[in-house]
Structure formats: C-alpha cells, structure tokens
C-alpha cells in the first residue's frame, strides 16, 4: 500500500536534490537542462470528450495516487473514490518534494503519483513538461469555461494572499497604496513570508514587471504626486519595500500571528493566505482585508494540475483531473478562498471573503512563466542586496 509515511521517506533520500528547486532560481533542478521556454507548452484538449466513455474506461483500471501540497487533497481522494468507486489517495506533498519524487519516478519507470497537483507553474513549463514526466490535459467540456491564460498548463486553483491588518486597533485597513509600505512609517512593521526562501514571492515580482508596470506606476504617481521615471516599478517598490526592513517569516502563519494577535498596540500589516482567516474563529484573531488597496489587495498564485505520463491508470487520472475541476470536486480547495480556474463555479463564502476580492488581486498570467523561471536568482539577489533588518 502506497502511504503516505513511504512516500515521504522516498522524499527525504531527495532532500539534497530537492534544495535545488528552492535554492537556485535559475538553475536547472537534478542537472536536467530547462526547456526552451513556455511557447512550447500546450496541453492536450479533448475536443471529443465524452464522460461516460471515460467513466467506463477508468473503471476497467487500477487506483491512482494524488500528489498536492493542500491537505485537502484527501478530502477530495475519498469524494471522488465515493462517487466512482475506483480507489484514490490523495497525498500531502510540497512543491519542492513533488518536483523530485515526479522526477525520480519517471526516470525508474516505477510511477506512484498519478496526478500532480504543483504550485510552481515556471518549474512545470521548463522542465517537467518538456523533459516528459507529465502532461497537461484539458477535458474539452469544460475548456471554455477557463480562462486563456490559464491553459497551458492547466490551473486547478489560484491560491490567494491578502494584504490584511488588525482589526482591534484600526477601523479599517490603514493604507490603501502598496507605495505606502515603502515610507518611513511602515518601517518593521511589514509581515511577509521571506521572498529570498518563497518561489511563489519571486514569481510575483517578476509577473508584476511583466504584466503590471502601468499599474505601479499610476499607483506611485497617486502615492507621491509625481510620475515615476525610473526603468522599472516594479524593481523600485521591491528594492523599497526590503530596505524597509520587513518582519520576515517562513509561514503564513507566523504572518497571520504577527497581524492578527489580540492585545497588541501597534500591529504590522501583512501578506498572508486567504486559509489563514480561519483564525479568526478558531484563535481570536482580529483580521481584515484591504479591498480599497491599490493596485492590487493582494495577489493569487497558480497551482497546476497534470498527468504523469507513465501512468498505469491514464483514464482514472483523466477522471480525477475532470472532478477536480467541477464544483463538487474542488470544494475541500475552495472554501477556503482558493479560485478554481474554472470560472462557471460560483465562489463559496469564507473567512476571508475571497469572493468579494477577487477582481481586485493580481492573478499570474501563464504566458509569463518562463520568464519568472529565468529570472528567480536575478529577483533573489536583488531582494537580499536591498533588505534591513
């Protein structure tokens, strides 16, 4: 039986490799050399799709194995094992873990994850997909129903993170322009996760030079009444924001406790997940979002889900990919702010009230990928050059 005990002790024999996906931006995790870039990355679309056909040919196959950094992944296992009766397993697996033990896989011939559920859409564009580990598929029933941008590869969620602040001290979000957090009042009093330790962070600097320059600048010029007349916004807010000495953390939780702890006189804000809103119930925490924030409340990091390509099991990983993007299969992901990218699935409410932000986060934009993969030692060495402690 494939547990979840054996597949972790498979990843600590690769925690050495495994280091390579976090720790060097640029590179090329386990020695494989980067694709050529995102241009070549096209999923599979059914144009024929046809569920019931489907249904039949996955249930002549074997179980299959999930492989997601969300805990909820189990959740959705048992749902989709109780509706089609074939056996699957979810299995909590970080980004990092998943890159290598996929790889690893594929080289051996001995595939135990069928599909990967991954929060690093660069790693997937520029090595997993071209090197032949996976693939992504998109039943065609349901491909119009998600944006362009968010095809190739496939996104199953968007993961958001908000700008949030005390509630118990301020009877509303005290800033509303990212240009304040760069000015001398907001000095150590920043929480974020550590973007030198934080692909997802990179990836966001790098999206937003890419695909938001006109709104960085609109919002400078607001911030300081001036135009901006520098190369780049974005590098400029970045290089700001770091040498303002930022409380630096290693988990959104350690975020959330910074902002949202009760009985606090002078509480920083902060840039946490959308789950951790749950604390307001479950700990007392005194949280709130800025929807009035601009450019952006915030931001939504892409998880993608694809294949294995040496799958024993093809239809039955089909059949999950296609539950997973209905309603009923990404429910155990969603209620807690998360966005599936499929757009006809109405947003359920949370603690976070994800539903209401949504039009006013910054969403990665796939086409930018490969440029965030090149580009993650270059934003690396600008961060730890520019911050103070």
């Known amino acids: 039986m494939r547990t979840r005990n054996r597949l972790i002790g498979f990843a600590a024999g690769i925690a050495a490799l495994a280091m390579t996906v976090t720790g060097c931006a640029g590179g090329s995790p386990s ?3 980067s694709s050529s870039g995102a241009a070549s990355v096209k999923s599979e679309v059914d144009a024929n799709f046809n569920l019931a056909e489907l249904i039949a040919a996955a249930k002549k196959e074997g179980p299959i194995t999930i492989y997601d950094n969300a805990a909820a992944v189990e959740k959705m296992a048992k749902a989709f094992t109780e509706k089609y009766g074939i056996k699957a397993t979810g299995v909590k697996v970080d980004a990092a873990e998943a890159f290598e033990m996929v790889t690893r896989e594929s080289q051996s011939g001995n595939v135990q994850g069928d599909v990967i559920a991954i929060q ?3 790693a997937l564009i520029n090595n997993l997909i071209p090197n032949g580990h996976v693939y992504s598929w998109i039943p065609g029933d349901l491909v119009d129903d998600i944006e362009e941008s968010q095809r190739d590869p496939l996104v199953l969620i968007n993961d958001p993170n908000f ?5 118990e001290v301020y009877d509303k979000c005290p800033v509303s322009n990212l240009w304040e957090l760069t000015t001398d009042k907001w000095t150590h009093k920043i929480a974020m996760e550590d973007p030198a330790g934080s692909n997802k962070m ?5 999206q937003m030079e890419q695909f938001g320059e006109d709104e960085m600048k609109a919002a400078y010029k607001e911030q300081f009444g001036q135009e901006f007349t520098g190369e780049s916004a974005t590098k400029e807010w970045v290089t700001k924001l770091a040498a303002n000495a930022p409380i630096l953390t290693n988990s ?4 959330s ?6 009985g606090q006189a002078d509480p920083p804000i902060g840039l946490m997940a959308s789950s951790k809103f749950r604390n307001v119930e479950e700990k007392g925490y005194k949280q709130g979002t800025c929807p009035e924030l601009k450019p952006w409340a915030g931001l939504a990091a ?3 889900i694809v294949i294995a390509k040496g799958t024993k099991n093809p239809n039955a990983a089909k059949l999950f990919v296609h539950f997973a993007m209905t309603e009923e299969g990404i429910a155990p992901q969603v209620k807690d702010g998360k966005y599936s990218s499929n757009t006809a699935i109405t947003q359920p409410d949370d603690p976070s009230g994800s539903a209401e932000l949504r039009d006013k986060i910054f969403f990665f934009d796939n086409a930018g990928a490969d440029k965030d993969w090149k580009a993650r030692q270059d934003w690396t060495d600008l961060w730890r050059t520019s911050v103070k402690k």
Do not use: I, M, R
């Not at 700008?163 to 509630?167: E, Q």
């Not at 406790?257 to 009760?262: I, K, L, M, N």
């Open 31 to 33: 020695g494989q050399a």
């Open 120 to 122: 690093d859409v660069p």
């Open 163 to 167: 700008f949030s602040y005390n509630t």
């Open 202 to 206: 990179l990836d966001w600097f790098s």
């Open 252 to 255: 959104n939780e350690d975020v």
């Open 257 to 262: 406790a910074a902002v949202g702890a009760p």
């Open 302 to 304: 892409p998880k993608s």
